[in-house]
Protein backbone atom coordinates (compact mmCIF):
# COMPACT_ATOMS: atom_id res chain seq x y z
CA UNK A 1 0.00 0.00 0.00
CA UNK A 2 1.15 3.40 -1.33
CA UNK A 3 2.04 6.31 2.05
CA UNK A 4 3.19 9.12 2.21
CA UNK A 5 3.33 11.27 5.66
CA UNK A 6 4.17 15.20 5.56
CA UNK A 7 5.14 16.41 8.74
CA UNK A 8 7.44 19.08 9.92
CA UNK A 9 4.80 22.12 9.49
CA UNK A 10 4.23 25.01 12.20
CA UNK A 11 3.56 28.51 12.38
CA UNK A 12 6.86 30.33 12.07
CA UNK A 13 8.08 34.49 12.50
CA UNK A 14 8.70 36.18 8.65
CA UNK A 15 12.36 35.43 7.96
CA UNK A 16 12.42 31.76 10.15
CA UNK A 17 13.02 28.60 8.70
CA UNK A 18 11.34 24.92 8.70
CA UNK A 19 12.13 21.85 7.67
CA UNK A 20 9.36 19.78 6.03
CA UNK A 21 9.38 15.71 5.98
CA UNK A 22 7.43 12.81 3.78
CA UNK A 23 8.34 9.46 5.19
CA UNK A 24 7.29 7.26 1.99
CA UNK A 25 6.34 3.22 2.23
CA UNK A 26 4.81 0.82 -0.43
CA UNK A 27 7.00 1.44 -3.32
CA UNK A 28 10.45 1.16 -4.60
CA UNK A 29 11.81 4.42 -3.69
CA UNK A 30 14.31 4.83 -6.22
CA UNK A 31 11.49 4.49 -9.00
CA UNK A 32 9.89 7.63 -8.10
CA UNK A 33 10.44 11.24 -8.91
CA UNK A 34 8.66 13.22 -5.69
CA UNK A 35 7.18 16.83 -5.36
CA UNK A 36 6.15 19.52 -3.18
CA UNK A 37 3.00 21.22 -3.81
CA UNK A 38 1.26 24.08 -1.87
CA UNK A 39 -2.47 25.35 -1.63
CA UNK A 40 -3.72 28.71 0.18
CA UNK A 41 -6.98 29.28 0.47
CA UNK A 42 -8.96 29.90 -2.05
CA UNK A 43 -6.12 28.68 -4.54
CA UNK A 44 -5.44 25.97 -6.74
CA UNK A 45 -2.62 23.34 -5.67
CA UNK A 46 0.46 24.67 -7.39
CA UNK A 47 3.86 23.08 -7.40
CA UNK A 48 6.79 24.60 -5.15
CA UNK A 49 9.74 21.88 -6.20
CA UNK A 50 10.36 18.51 -7.17
CA UNK A 51 13.46 15.80 -7.45
CA UNK A 52 13.27 13.13 -9.93
CA UNK A 53 13.81 9.55 -9.88
CA UNK A 54 17.28 8.09 -10.85
CA UNK A 55 19.25 11.58 -11.81
CA UNK A 56 17.99 13.75 -9.17
CA UNK A 57 16.96 16.21 -11.01
CA UNK A 58 15.81 19.19 -9.40
CA UNK A 59 12.66 21.76 -10.42
CA UNK A 60 11.80 25.09 -7.97
CA UNK A 61 9.17 27.47 -8.82
CA UNK A 62 10.59 30.72 -9.01
CA UNK A 63 9.51 32.34 -5.72
CA UNK A 64 11.18 29.91 -3.56
CA UNK A 65 14.41 29.51 -5.82
CA UNK A 66 17.39 30.60 -3.46
CA UNK A 67 15.17 29.74 -0.26
CA UNK A 68 14.30 26.29 -0.15
CA UNK A 69 15.91 23.03 -0.62
CA UNK A 70 14.29 19.93 -1.86
CA UNK A 71 16.46 16.26 -1.14
CA UNK A 72 15.84 12.78 -0.45
CA UNK A 73 17.58 9.75 0.99
CA UNK A 74 16.81 7.38 -0.30
CA UNK A 75 18.08 4.88 2.23
CA UNK A 76 15.64 6.06 4.67
CA UNK A 77 12.51 6.50 2.22
CA UNK A 78 12.16 10.51 3.38
CA UNK A 79 11.91 13.97 1.21
CA UNK A 80 12.96 16.96 2.67
CA UNK A 81 11.92 20.40 1.79
CA UNK A 82 14.22 23.09 3.90
CA UNK A 83 12.66 26.29 3.58
CA UNK A 84 14.88 29.43 4.96
CA UNK A 85 13.76 33.21 4.07
CA UNK A 86 9.95 32.42 5.05
CA UNK A 87 7.64 34.83 3.95
CA UNK A 88 3.83 35.69 4.85
CA UNK A 89 3.05 34.37 1.05
CA UNK A 90 4.44 31.34 1.68
CA UNK A 91 1.79 30.44 3.74
CA UNK A 92 -0.57 27.12 2.82
CA UNK A 93 -0.92 23.83 3.49
CA UNK A 94 2.13 21.86 2.04
CA UNK A 95 1.53 18.46 0.40
CA UNK A 96 3.97 15.81 -0.59
CA UNK A 97 3.34 13.56 -3.60
CA UNK A 98 4.97 10.58 -5.69
CA UNK A 99 4.91 9.46 -9.09
CA UNK A 100 6.64 6.70 -11.13
CA UNK A 101 8.98 7.66 -13.28
CA UNK A 102 10.74 11.05 -14.86
CA UNK A 103 10.49 14.71 -13.21
CA UNK A 104 7.04 15.85 -14.16
CA UNK A 105 6.07 19.48 -12.99
CA UNK A 106 2.46 19.51 -12.75
CA UNK A 107 0.26 18.15 -10.13
CA UNK A 108 -1.98 16.38 -12.42
CA UNK A 109 1.39 13.65 -13.16
CA UNK A 110 1.12 12.32 -9.54
CA UNK A 111 -1.30 10.01 -8.18
CA UNK A 112 0.32 9.61 -4.55
CA UNK A 113 -0.37 12.36 -2.08
CA UNK A 114 0.32 13.19 1.49
CA UNK A 115 -2.24 14.22 3.68
CA UNK A 116 -0.85 17.72 4.06
CA UNK A 117 1.35 19.76 6.44
CA UNK A 118 0.23 23.54 7.45
CA UNK A 119 2.69 26.03 7.08
CA UNK A 120 1.65 29.37 8.45
CA UNK A 121 4.43 32.61 8.50
CA UNK A 122 3.41 35.16 10.58
CA UNK A 123 4.75 37.87 13.01
Known amino acids: QVRLVDSGGGLVQPGGSLRLSCAVS????????FGWFRQAPGKERDVVSC????????FYEDSVKGRFIISRDNAKNMVYLQMNSLNPEDTAVYFC????????????????WGQGTQVTVSS
Open 97 to 112: AARRGPLRVGAHWYDS
Open 51 to 58: IGSNDGTI
Open 26 to 33: GFTFREYT
